[in-house]
């Protein structure tokens, strides 16, 4: 615990300089006045380095390109592979384990080692990895590096520590598993094929051991040629060489025939007993012709040949239709007997596994389901029953239904609110789902002890919103809003008015504004509309207001030097602000297409809204002679005040949501008032106007990552529209760079029409900076107060946009006593603006007596765009905004029990005593973070966050009982302040910026977590609380569960005796060292990994990890134990048993002569 104390005589602003701060920060108010500020504050910070660490949580959603895909039958978990070297590996609902090769290389093929708790993947790299399954978070034990063959295939035989590897070459390798050593054995293309074979077989596409004698081992190569190797004899059996190419093989169990997949759409079945050619040949999906030849068909990439006790064989395959439609969905076919099914998918299919009851190849399978694994879907099929319906997937799949792009994170929610989200979500669920369980069971999971309501919200490009349940690192679909019902569909034939501004998703989400306490819900969408939902349990027939606003300022935001700049006035005393003016209809002028129309079109007749989010409300921006609106880049919402803000680069609009009315449209400049630290240059005239640029227009350059980083968000362009909120659209009617040989080309479309192709997802964004002459030093100069006359000509032509916004309670001006409700405003230029309001409290007169808003030109300064915006009482803890409590407008009215409005307002001080202290501003943005002392706005605290990068997002939240500032930059840092003091408490490069996908999706919440867009299909969740970093490991689930491999049947005595029965080997006295030698020391490089003792401790996580790994290991020893004990009293039973039969045989017996038998 440590302490600070300030004195304060409010006459000096100054204060001493923290760390990474400046010497002195005198008020960016100007001189203050002698307001009543504290003698004495005294905060006690609890916060210390010590109670931070970052690290990887969980990861939700699809694997991102998904590769490969691996099933345990006796574990019964699952595990997929993706080109980017991540592996996912999926159990029962809440077992979900993510894991990343270094390299990144794209994972090629998956193998269990069927019930041992490891798994070997193959990535393309030529590189083998065992990867210990026995620990929450798995780590690898040993690795093999191939220097100069490249694998093609796998297989790994049940119970077998011998790996067969397949190479590009033809050739097979062996590694022992255990060791990961490569064996000297080893089957060399050249000698498994004839020697009068003139061309190569091509690489190995297939390996698998004979059903009926391990000691069989089938090589298919890629040109058709399949040959028998007998491991003992090192000779080929004998080979099958077959016109067509071939892609996969599946065994009949009995081991006498199997079936192989071909490039022309047929499936040959293939006879050991005679293979000169196959005894038969079907094209499943190919017509004859009339020449009696069959029509060519798309090859069948894989086959599976699974047998039934009592039913016909199913033979599933993918691929294999004919070429005669174009356009048809990739297909899986179940040939069950003479019954044909095909199944359509949405996606192609990049694999499919058949789970079986049997662990044993040579046993009857007994399939019950297929799991297919699609590009970006991934499903699993009920074989039991005739229709082949799918299982309900418990996995959260389908976060990108839809392109994310826009998240939010909520933690500490109220309790409530997820059972009643669930129950109006679960009336819209899918039905026709097997009534099976779920068969990917495997692995144990417990709520731990440490849980609260966490929910996650994300928008997407149809306009539709999801609600997920994130308690307990899961992650679980609550509930899905539609936006796009709000508006009219356009007509057949027609283009809608939105076609000029977004042509494919008009209604894509922006933002969202969540009050969980009100339930009051706003949604932002990139066609300058908002959308304020309210929350109820029944059903209603209504009507949705709509309510226009129009927001052009006429003076560019243009800044000009001045010598009266380095005094900033602060307060408007006399009250000149300007006052709160209706937007009123403009005359079309003469060049101008649309004027006073918003994008898109409300319904305007009374419709039925079901339980769940109804709409209320929508604000739309309009076109303002023939220029369409400007995104809206900025939105806050107080449901204790019944007021939305909402902000772009030509100003600000305040909304009465209760009164259905514009309280306040604005432009920035105009909300200064005489405060106005700049000074404007009038508009141009508008019949020079050029074409629209900036907002509207695309860059034709793309930058290097390097300059990307270098510099700010107010300079971005991301496919044409703003990035977030710190997007700084260019002036309509003048080009962004300066004209001329060196600046870039813009392309044209003509005025007003924004090249949006498509309305760009999150997890598909890129960077496109426009080239200019910026320096760091001059950009510097750029956010000083003292401004030079040599402002570089982007700052000249950027516009001021509202950046972000706060309702709070505080104090508009420097005298006031009691804090009111405000409004505060940051903008790109670093100012920030407070707007005091005056709402009747009464619940009557605040329905029918107006707002009165009057801006008072009060600012302050920073580097930067402003960011965020945070408010600590006199003891530095975090003052929430006021909130009314939820009630349900459409519930039946009850006479006893009038429904009122029920606020809860938080005041900065709670007893008149202490209100004359005020309370303290924490204003972040992209360069540096402030602490104001209200109402005084006294400059307490400043720290420099970043001078070569520059802050995406920043949030004041609660971790530990205390409140800091988290920040993410650009260079990939996470850092982390304590409040008020700003003494940094972390830094960590954790992710560099790659692409706006993560600059648009990272969000911090409470409770020390944060989430971003880790791919276009996935969200991953990190901690940043040592706290939750230490019980991390009691969170995860567990992958591995002993349990006891099911037992062969026995096949009887008549079997065995005739040869029907498996032969069984010793691959050790084939493989080993001794018989086989060692392999060539360049062939593969043998790498440890650190899954052994450092990958357990890092997985443990400390000492109480330890402990419990320990507590687990002498658990499943002592099981084990008990098992093995069981077992060897049952078999001393069954001795004594057959020893006593077998006495009484013999003593049956004796007397009898042999013809008595």
């Not at 006479?895 to 606020?903: A, D, W, Y």
Request: net charge neutral; glycine share 8%.
């Amino acid at each position: 615990m440590k302490k600070f104390r300030k004195v304060l005589d409010g006459l000096t602003t100054s204060s001493p300089a923290s760390a990474g701060g400046s010497p002195s920060c005198g008020s960016a108010a100007g001189t203050p006045t002698a307001a009543p500020t504290p003698r004495e504050l005294d905060v006690h910070e609890t916060l210390l380095s010590e109670h931070f660490h970052i690290c990887k949580t969980v990861r939700h959603g699809f694997p991102y390109q998904p590769t490969a895909l691996a099933f345990d039958p006796v574990q019964k978990i699952l595990a997929i592979g993706s080109r980017s070297g991540g592996v996912r590996i999926l159990g029962r609902p809440g077992v979900d384990c993510y894991c990343q090769h270094e390299s990144g290389a794209a994972v090629l093929q998956l193998q269990f080692l069927i019930n041992e708790g490891a798994l070997v993947s193959a990535c393309a790299d030529d590189t083998l990895h065992l990867w210990n399954l026995r620990q929450r978070r798995p780590a690898i034990l040993h690795s093999l590096k191939f220097n100069r063959e490249r694998i093609t295939f796998c297989h790994l035989p049940f119970q077998s520590k011998w790996l067969y590897v397949g190479t590009e070459r033809g050739n097979t390798h062996i590694v022992n598993v255990e060791s990961f050593v490569l064996s000297g054995y080893v089957i060399m293309w050249n000698k498994a094929i004839e020697l009068s074979t003139k061309t190569h077989p091509g690489p190995v596409v297939h390996l698998s051991d004979s059903p009926k004698d391990e000691g069989k081992l089938l090589i298919g190569f890629e040109s058709g040629t399949i040959v028998m190797w007998d491991l003992r004899s090192k000779r080929a059996d004998f080979r099958i060489y077959y016109d067509e190419a071939i892609h996969s093989v599946s065994w009949h169990h009995e081991g006498r025939q199997f079936m192989c997949s071909h490039s022309d759409g047929s499936l040959s079945m293939w006879n050991l007993r005679n293979t000169a050619k196959p005894f038969q040949v079907t094209f499943p999906h190919g017509k004859s012709q009339r020449d009696g030849r069959k029509e060519s068909c798309k090859p069948i990439l894989k086959v599976e040949y699974k047998t039934c006790r009592n039913s016909e064989p199913f033979v599933i395959f993918s691929g294999g239709l004919s070429y005669d439609k174009a356009g048809r969905r990739p297909t899986l076919t179940i040939m069950h007997g003479k019954a044909i099914t095909v199944l359509e998918m949405d996606h192609p299919i990049v694999e499919f596994t058949v789970l079986c009851e049997t662990p044993y190849l040579n046993e009857v399978q007994e399939p019950y389901a297929v799991v297919v694994l699609l590009e970006k879907d991934f499903i699993v099929v009920d074989l039991t029953q005739s229709n082949f319906p799918i299982f309900e997937n418990p996995y959260p799949m389908d976060v990108h239904e839809s392109p994310v792009t826009c998240t939010a994170y909520f933690a500490d929610c109220p309790p409530d609110i997820i059972p009643v989200l669930y129950s109006i979500g679960a009336k819209h669920k899918k039905t026709g789902y097997s009534h099976k369980e779920w068969p990917v069971s495997g692995g144990t999971w417990t709520i731990g002890s440490q849980t609260y309501p966490e929910i996650i919200i994300t928008g997407h490009a149809d306009g539709s919103i999801k609600f997920w349940d994130a308690t307990a690192i899961t992650l679980q679909m609550l509930y899905k809003l539609k936006t796009s019902k709000v508006f009219e569909k356009p007509k057949g034939g027609e283009v809608g008015r939105s076609a000029e501004l977004v042509e494919e998703d008009p209604y894509a989400v922006q933002m969202v504004s969540w009050c969980p306490q009100s339930r009051v819900f706003c949604v932002v969408g990139i066609s300058a509309h908002v959308i304020l939902y309210r929350f109820s349990k029944h059903d209603a027939n209504t009507s949705i207001t709509s309510l226009e606003v129009r927001l052009q300022c006429e003076m560019e935001d243009v800044i000009s030097p001045s010598d009266t700049e380095n005094t900033v006035c602060a307060t408007d005393p006399g009250g000149h602000s300007p006052q709160p003016q209706p937007s009123s209809p403009r005359s079309n002028t003469p060049d101008s297409v649309r004027d006073s129309i918003p994008c898109l079109r409300v319904k305007d007749r009374v419709i039925r809204m079901p339980p769940g989010y109804q709409a209320e409300l929508v604000v739309q921006l309009l076109w303002v002679d023939g220029e369409p609106p400007q995104q809206i880049t900025s939105l806050d919402l107080n449901s204790a005040y019944g007021l939305l803000a909402v902000g772009n680069c030509n100003g600000l609009a305040v909304v009465d949501y209760l009164q259905k009315t514009v309280i306040l449209c604005m432009s920035t400049v105009e909300l200064y008032g005489s405060a106005d630290p700049f000074q404007r240059l009038t508009r141009s005239p508008r019949k020079n106007r050029q074409s629209t640029s900036g907002l509207t227009e695309l860059s034709d350059n793309q930058v290097s990552l390097d300059l990307e980083r270098s510099k700010s968000p107010t300079s971005d362009h991301v496919n044409g529209h703003c990035t977030s909120p710190t997007s700084q659209p260019c002036v309509p009617g003048r080009p962004r760079v300066p004209g001329g040989p060196e600046g870039p080309r813009l392309s044209r479309r003509g005025p007003g029409r924004p090249p949006f192709r498509k309305a760009q997802s999150a997890a598909c964004m890129e960077v496109s900076l426009p080239v200019s002459s910026l320096t760091e030093e001059s950009r510097e100069n750029s956010f000083s107060r003292s401004r030079s006359s040599s402002v570089s000509s982007i700052d000249r032509d950027t516009k001021e946009a509202v950046t972000t916004l706060q309702f709070a309670e505080s104090y508009g001006r420097k005298l006031d006593t009691l804090p009111t409700p405000c409004l505060w405003v940051g903008t790109s230029l670093g100012l920030v603006l407070l707007v005091p309001m005056s709402i009747p409290m009464d619940e009557q007169e605040r329905m029918e007596e107006p707002i009165t808003v009057a801006p008072t030109g009060t600012v302050l300064m920073l580097k930067g765009s402003v960011l965020r915006f945070g408010f600590l009482d006199c003891s530095g803890g975090l003052i929430q905004s006021p909130y009314e409590l939820w009630r349900d407008l459409n519930a039946p009215e009850d006479p006893e029990r009038p429904r009122r409005r029920k606020l809860v307002n938080f005041s900065p001080c709670s007893s008149q005593e202490t209100a004359s202290d005020g309370h303290l501003a924490v204003v972040c943005s992209e360069r540096q973070a402030k602490v104001f002392l209200m109402p005084s706005q006294a400059c307490l605290y400043v720290h420099n966050i970043t001078e070569s990068s520059f802050v995406l997002r920043a949030d004041v939240v609660g971790v530990s009982n205390s409140v800091c500032l988290a920040c993410f930059c650009a260079n990939g840092h996470i850092m982390i302040l304590s409040l008020p003091s700003l003494r940094p408490l972390l830094d960590v490069n954790y992710l560099p910026l790659t692409d706006m996908r993560i600059a648009r999706t990272f969000c911090f919440t409470n409770g020390g977590q944060a989430l971003y867009l880790s791919s276009p299909t996935e969200i991953q969740r990190i901690t940043y609380s040592q706290e939750m970093c230490d019980n991390l490991q009691e969170m995860l689930g567990e992958l591995f569960t002993p349990t006891e491999t099911p037992e062969a049947q026995n096949r009887g005595f008549l079997k065995g005796f005739f040869g029907g029965n498996a032969q069984t080997f010793d691959r050790e006295e084939l493989f080993g060292e001794a018989a086989a030698g060692k392999a060539s020391r360049s062939l593969a490089q043998h790498i440890p990994g650190q899954g052994s003792v450092e990958g357990v401790r890092v997985a443990a996580g400390g000492v109480v990890g330890d402990l419990a790994r320990a507590r687990i290991a002498l658990d499943e020893r002592g099981q084990r134990l008990g098992e093995l004990e069981e077992r060897t009293a049952l078999m001393m039973s069954s001795a004594e048993t057959f020893s006593k039969h077998a006495h009484e045989l013999m003593l049956k017996c004796k007397d009898k002569k042999w013809y008595q038998f």
